[in-house]
């Protein structure tokens, strides 16, 4: 049975920073590519970030870009995302995905979801 669990999440003040986790586990976790999604109240999910499975190529979306890292200790089975200088926009549930075959800079399918964390940035 895969599970996809996130962790991290909380409130924090504007200018400030989180560091997710998400540990994998039931799979093989070098095999799949990693990524971060976000979905605000009433907005649809977006992709946040992705890593390949080696953990040398990354991609974000433009508006994290300079802001979030995503990384990966495939010894752990562990993918992270640290966000720094959040604002009240970041706000969301941030979910974890895990593909086989996913593209990082084109993510169009999702082979496990994680249940998600989340994360509030007040102002």
């Known amino acids: 049975q895969v599970q996809l669990v996130e962790s991290g999440g909380g409130l924090v003040q504007a200018g400030g920073s989180l560091r997710l986790s998400c540990a994998a586990s039931g799979l093989t976790f070098i095999r799949y590519s990693m990524a971060w999604f976000r979905q605000a109240p009433g907005k649809e999910r977006e992709f946040v970030a992705a890593i390949s499975r080696s953990g040398i190529a990354t991609y974000y979306v433009d508006s994290v870009k300079g802001r979030f890292t995503i990384s990966r200790d495939n010894a752990k089975n562990t993918v992270y995302l640290q966000m720094n200088s959040l604002t009240p926009q970041d706000t969301a549930n941030y979910y974890c995905?895990?593909?086989?075959?996913?593209?990082?800079?084109?993510?169009?399918?999702?082979?496990?979801w994680g249940q998600g964390t989340q994360v509030t940035v007040s102002s």
């Open positions: 995905a895990a593909d086989s075959s996913a593209t990082i800079t084109n993510w169009d399918h999702t082979d496990y």
